[in-house]
């Protein structure tokens, strides 16, 4: 276990040993004594929030909704900076999933929760409570991860898979950066454009266009966080000009270029998801000159 310290923030964050048998499915483990008012930066990746300690995190979203305990948040969780996050003597682990296993793992489609947040509990029923509980009788990070990963892993080979054609569109958006033309997407695989859309939209929760737009500005904000100008993070990010990544950031964050390369949430991830990014593996799903399927 490391400890994060940025500011006045100091976490204790732990990552697996072993990286999860299901590509696309990453974890952290945090112990906070006091979080306050983190603000939630969107990421192109369902967000499950397993707590188990003493404490309860807790989230402050719009309209003054509140939501406790174990959660669930589709891609983009935090768009507009409306979403901060607060509790003490927090313990959890957060899993990422990529949109493209999240169905199969959540055993719902995630169409509904586009940058929403709901209790793990409406989703997973009882098995939800269960986990907390197991996690809290766990006495190390790795074996917590292990019993995660362990129930992750069944309900992902019990789920159902997206189709490949839609699979392989997001990964050529996440290996491109949020840098390929949305509109070549279906000729690439082959299908119409209306077809893609709505099969991506019904399986992933969120259309091509705002997954080219959200890829791409979740790599723009971490080289902006690495000590980049944000002109040059602006030109090589594929970005019209600085004004265009300024209201980008601004869109999705509600605050400055400047402010956002200061956040906590984005300045843990080099300890917290060392091996943040897409294996290339993933990013060259053709085999044969098909699709590649889930085995």
């Known amino acids: 276990m490391g400890t994060f310290m940025h500011g006045t923030a100091v976490w204790d964050v732990a ?12 974890m952290a483990g945090f112990r906070v004594r006091d979080l306050d008012a983190l ?17 309860s995190p807790v989230l402050d979203c719009a309209a003054g909704r509140q939501q406790r305990g174990s959660l669930v948040a589709g891609p983009g969780l935090g768009t507009g900076g409306a979403v901060r996050a607060r509790g ?38 009882r ?16 074996g917590r991860f292990a019993l995660a990963d362990a129930l992750l892993v069944r309900r992902y080979e019990a789920g159902p898979p997206v189709d490949p054609e839609v699979a392989w569109a997001w990964h050529r958006i996440v290996g491109s ?23 991506f939209r019904s399986q992933l929760g969120l259309p091509p266009k705002r997954a080219v737009k959200l890829v791409r500005f979740d790599h723009a904000v971490h080289r902006l966080v690495a000590g980049e100008g944000a002109a040059r993070v602006a030109a090589d990010a594929g970005y019209a000009d600085q004004s265009h990544l300024h209201r980008d950031v601004m869109a999705f964050t509600g605050a400055t270029p ?24 993933l990013t060259s799903p053709w085999i044969s000159g098909s699709v590649a399927r889930r085995g």
């Open 88 to 125: 003490k003597n927090v313990e959890c682990v957060q899993v990422r999933l990529s949109p493209v296993i999240a169905r199969a793992v959540l055993g719902a489609s995630p169409t509904d929760l586009d940058g929403a947040v709901v209790p793990l509990s409406d989703v997973w029923g």
């Open 127 to 142: 098995e939800a409570s269960r986990l907390r509980e197991q996690l809290g009788d766990v006495p190390s990070w790795q």
């Open 15 to 26: 990552c697996p040993q072993r990286p999860s048998r299901v590509a696309g499915l990453t």
């Open 39 to 55: 603000r939630m930066v969107p990421h192109p990746a369902v967000t499950l929030l397993l707590e188990f300690g003493a404490g």
């Open 258 to 281: 400047a402010t956002v390369a200061g956040e906590p949430f984005l300045a843990v991830d080099d300890i917290a998801w060392p091996s943040r990014g897409t294996p290339s593996s």
């Open 177 to 199: 950066r949020g840098l390929v033309r949305v509109d070549g997407l279906a000729t690439e695989v082959g299908w119409s454009r209306k077809r893609l859309w709505s099969r």
